[in-house]
């Protein structure tokens, strides 16, 4: 079995500020990693995702990720935020083989608010 | 674009009565799943199916069950609606590749479900 904590349930930053939201996981095999952002009265949409290769991974809207398996870590950051970046991000974690790899478990997520 | 599809965005149901949320895509996808958004708890599967008549529990079933008689469409059924139902319900679809692969799942827009 998969879980996954987000250690900060609501991030406020300024307005062209850097941010980093974080992430750590557990798992007992290997893991695809996800980031999905929440805009707000909308469904998920993919951010980034950690197959396998490089562990800095690079997303849409200039967000990244770094992969650290020492860490069971998967950081997403961004250098200078915008306001309409203001959502809720969730962590996700898949098992890399046998049944669940068809699932997802999502961290409890993370409200980021810019403040202008 | 891949579209996920549900057909509400907003409902409002008294408790006992029997609630049917409607989840369609347009991709072909095998797999469907239907999760429950609350506010600090993050995405619970709720079920999820990978093939037409299929169906799988999830995380958390009880009060619920689900319907695939197309491929294209997936329902949630709640038998006798509770105040404790009252949620925001997500559909999300994917292919259904090998067990080692990646499945990355898209969202429809969410259902927000009140029970009086």
């Known amino acids: 079995a998969q879980s996954v904590t987000q250690l900060d349930s609501q991030v406020p930053v300024f307005e062209e500020a850097p941010v980093e939201l974080r992430c750590n996981y557990s798992?007992?095999?290997?893991?695809?990693l996800f980031w999905y952002v929440q805009y707000p009265n909308q469904g998920l949409q993919l951010l980034l995702k950690?197959?396998?290769?490089?562990?800095l991974v690079k997303g849409i809207n200039g967000f990244e990720a770094e992969f650290n398996k020492s860490q069971t870590s998967f950081h997403l950051r961004k250098p200078s935020v915008h306001i309409s970046d203001t959502a809720e991000y969730f962590c996700?974690?898949?098992?890399?083989?046998?049944?669940?790899?068809?699932?997802?478990?999502f961290g409890k997520g993370t409200k980021l608010s810019v403040i202008p | 674009d891949v579209k996920v599809t549900q057909s509400s965005r907003y409902l409002v149901k008294r408790t006992g009565e029997k609630v049917f949320l409607e989840c369609v895509q347009d991709?072909?996808?095998?797999?469907m799943f239907w999760y429950r958004q609350d506010p600090g708890l993050g995405l619970r599967l709720i079920y999820f199916?990978?093939?037409?008549?299929?169906?799988e529990k999830g995380d958390i079933p009880e009060g619920y069950s689900v319907s695939r008689e197309k491929k294209e469409r997936f329902s949630l059924i709640l038998e006798s609606a509770s105040t404790n139902q009252t949620s925001m319900y997500l559909c999300?679809?994917?292919?259904?590749?090998?067990?080692?692969?990646?499945?990355?799942?898209?969202f429809g827009p969410g259902t927000r479900l009140t029970v009086l």
């Open positions: 999300a679809s994917s292919f259904l590749l090998a067990a080692t692969s990646y499945n990355e799942q898209f």
């Open positions: 798992s007992s095999v290997s893991v695809y």
């Open positions: 950690y197959l396998s290769g490089s562990t």
């Open positions: 996700a974690v898949s098992a890399h083989s046998g049944a669940g790899s068809y699932q997802l478990t």
């Open positions: 991709m072909d996808h095998e797999n």
């Open positions: 199916s990978y093939d037409v008549k299929m169906k």
